[in-house]
């Protein structure tokens, strides 16, 4: 008996990994509504939490006064929604905030607005508050040195990219713990002369 022998196929090529979900470039006022550190933490604040003006300023430790301008100026530009008043102490009342997620959904101007620092320069000051606050301990880190063709940097950030996408579209977990994460790359200059 004679085994017929099928010819191999060559792999079929990959499919793309995942890809990041769409996003918009943000206009000018969301650009410098997010060109702050302080706002960047009043968002994070209020993601899953609705949260006064005077419960914001009480968490970072800033007067509710100053705290007020940065909050009417995420809720113009529609980083926060105000939320229904509520019974406050003493027969007053209150506005919660709560975090609209929009942020995400945005990418940086093309061309910087001059005088304001870079996305990057805040999400990292942000960043480095945060986690000062929390004690400076950090959950898990990790540091690479990789070489790669712009396809591959590409498809480096659009899968990480993407991962971050699936985690922000879940819903929290209701017993989890809270995590702040922040990914960043820059172009590694060893060996260069300095420009």
């Not at 706002?39 to 006064?52: G, N, S």
């Not at 980083?79 to 406050?88: H, V």
């Amino acid at each position: 008996m004679v085994a017929s022998v099928e010819p191999v196929q060559p792999p079929a090529e990959q499919p793309p990994g995942p890809q990041r979900a769409p996003r918009r470039q943000a206009t000018e006022a969301e650009a410098r509504a997010l060109a702050s550190a302080l706002r960047l933490r009043i968002l994070r604040l209020c993601l899953d939490d609705e949260l006064t003006n005077k419960e914001i300023a009480h968490l970072l430790g800033r007067n509710p006064g100053s705290v007020l301008h940065h909050v009417r100026r995420l809720v113009d530009t529609g980083f926060l929604a105000a939320l229904p008043e509520r019974p406050g102490s003493r027969g007053s009342r209150e506005i919660p905030y709560r975090a609209t997620r929009k942020s995400w959904e945005l990418t940086g101007l093309e061309e910087r607005l001059p005088g304001l620092p870079s996305p990057s320069q805040v999400m990292l000051q942000t960043f480095l508050e945060e986690l000062a606050e929390a004690g400076g301990e950090m959950g898990d880190a990790s540091r690479l040195a990789l070489t790669l063709t712009a396809d591959h940097f590409e498809e480096f950030t659009q899968r990480i990219g993407a991962v971050l996408d699936e985690f922000a579209a879940r819903p929290p977990d209701q017993d989890g713990t809270r995590w702040s994460v922040f990914f960043a790359m820059h172009e590694d200059r060893r060996g260069r002369p300095a420009s």
